[in-house]
């Protein structure tokens, strides 16, 4: 069985610091997306003009690293079930959905800390508005394996409760 963990949560709220906290406690690959398209793409401008078509080199990826029978995690804002990236139809592949909570500051303090290092540019409205779809009811019904509410989280902590869900 391939084991897949999607990570879901705002900009912020700590997705690639579990994931990378994942890669390195339990041998998962980390795929970052954003760094994905930054590599293949450049930049945002030229990722908009290819959206559809980097997504799927993305798939493509992943499906990849997953055929070679590798443990992959990856993080996404929005849980939709009908997501490109999630192959519902693979039996042999277990995805685990992980929830990351944080509060709409910490969220906003965190994107305006990080800059754009290894991130697309994201203004403090548009962060507020991805968290405000984010916690919409559209979303709470989505099933989760885990939720982690990622705010002064002792890496410890977090790493227990993963424990519970990775094999």
Same mark, same amino acid.
């Given at each position: 069985?391939?084991?897949?963990?999607?990570?879901?949560?705002?900009?912020?709220?700590? $997705?690639?610091?579990?994931?990378?906290?994942?890669?390195?406690?339990?041998?998962?690959?980390?795929?970052?997306?954003?760094?994905?398209?930054?590599?293949?793409?450049?930049?945002?401008?030229?990722?908009?003009?290819?959206?559809?078509?980097?997504? $799927?080199?993305? $798939?493509?990826?992943?499906?990849?690293?997953?055929?070679?029978?590798? $443990?992959?995690?990856?993080?996404?804002?929005?849980?939709?079930?009908?997501?490109?990236? @999630?192959?519902?139809?693979?039996?042999?592949?277990?995805?685990?959905?992980? #929830?990351?909570?944080?509060?709409?500051?910490?969220?906003?303090?965190?994107?305006?800390? #990080?800059?754009?290092?290894?991130?697309?540019?994201?203004? #403090?409205?548009?962060?507020?508005?991805?968290?405000?779809?984010?916690?919409?009811?559209?979303?709470?019904?989505?099933?989760?394996?885990?939720?982690?509410?990622?705010?002064?989280?002792?890496?410890?902590?977090?790493?227990?409760?993963?424990?519970? @869900?990775?094999?």
């Amino acid at each position: 069985m391939n084991n897949v963990i999607i990570l879901f949560g705002v900009n912020g709220s700590g $997705k690639s610091h579990i994931a990378k906290l994942i890669q390195k406690e339990f041998g998962y690959q980390y795929i970052s997306i954003e760094e994905f398209f930054i590599e293949n793409y450049g930049g945002v401008e030229n990722y908009r003009k290819n959206s559809k078509q980097a997504w $799927k080199l993305l $798939k493509a990826h992943i499906d990849s690293q997953v055929a070679l029978n590798r $443990k992959v995690c990856f993080e996404l804002v929005f849980p939709e079930l009908e997501n490109i990236l @999630i192959d519902y139809e693979n039996p042999t592949i277990d995805y685990k959905f992980v #929830r990351v909570d944080v509060s709409l500051e910490t969220s906003l303090s965190r994107v305006d800390s #990080r800059g754009l290092r290894q991130n697309f540019p994201k203004s #403090r409205e548009f962060v507020t508005q991805t968290y405000n779809k984010f916690y919409s009811e559209q979303y709470k019904q989505f099933p989760f394996d885990l939720q982690i509410h990622n705010e002064n989280i002792p890496e410890v902590v977090l790493i227990e409760s993963l424990k519970n @869900i990775l094999p």
